[in-house]
């Protein structure tokens, strides 16, 4: 069985959304609920970052966009990675893209002080502001970038518009892009009420 490492409102919903979508066993191990949950994690993964994926066979995944890909390439009636190969490339580019870009702008904008030598409070609201407008933006040109590759309502989400749904919930990213990309705006609420995905993101974005 799969036994997924993350805690409420993190980027293990993504990987969560994608197991429903495959339709197979896991367990979600909340590493903010018990001590002995949060030990493991340190002793699977040294930095402690989820979501880090146990695989059935013991072996450890991190890294979101690495976990998505290899339920994509083992599971693939689950639509998470196309079947065409150029179709399957670019949605591969562009789960690396939101790792890279967005998902580290959040980073900074949650733990400044990890990328300041002194990390008094104007230094730190200076890289939090700087790193917001940077991720709104490369919120725009994902937009702009990636839209011929997303899921249409008569097909299954794949694991690049579920890993978009999660993270542009972060840091006022839906705020901008209500007004800044209104279609991709709605798409993503459109993820948000998918029958198979909105049970998962229920429990991580409660009402």
Request: charged residues 20%; proline residues 6%; glycine residues 6%.
């Amino acid at each position: 069985m799969y036994q997924l490492y993350g805690h409420q409102n993190s980027g293990a919903a993504a990987i969560e959304a994608a197991l429903e979508l495959c339709e197979i066993a896991y367990r979600f191990i909340d590493v903010d609920g018990a001590a002995e949950s949060a030990h493991a994690l340190a002793k699977l993964n040294p930095l402690k970052q989820i979501p880090t994926l146990e695989l059935p066979d013991g072996s450890i995944l991190t890294e979101s966009a690495a976990i998505l890909i290899h339920l994509g390439l083992t599971f693939p009636s689950s639509g998470l990675l196309p079947d065409d190969p150029a179709e399957r490339d670019q949605a591969i580019r562009g789960l690396v893209y939101i790792v890279s870009n967005c998902y580290a702008a959040i980073g900074i904008i949650d733990y400044p002080e990890r990328w300041l030598v002194a990390a008094d409070d104007a230094s730190r609201e200076n890289l939090i502001a700087g790193a917001r407008q940077r991720l709104h933006w490369s919120w725009e040109v994902f937009a702009d970038q990636f839209s011929a590759e997303l899921y249409l309502d008569d097909e299954t989400p794949g694991a690049l518009d579920v890993l978009a749904a999660v993270v542009s919930r972060w840091a006022g990213s839906r705020e901008h892009l209500r007004t800044a990309r209104p279609g991709f705006y709605a798409w993503l609420t459109r993820i948000d009420k998918h029958p198979t995905l909105a049970p998962v993101f229920e429990r991580h974005w409660p009402a």
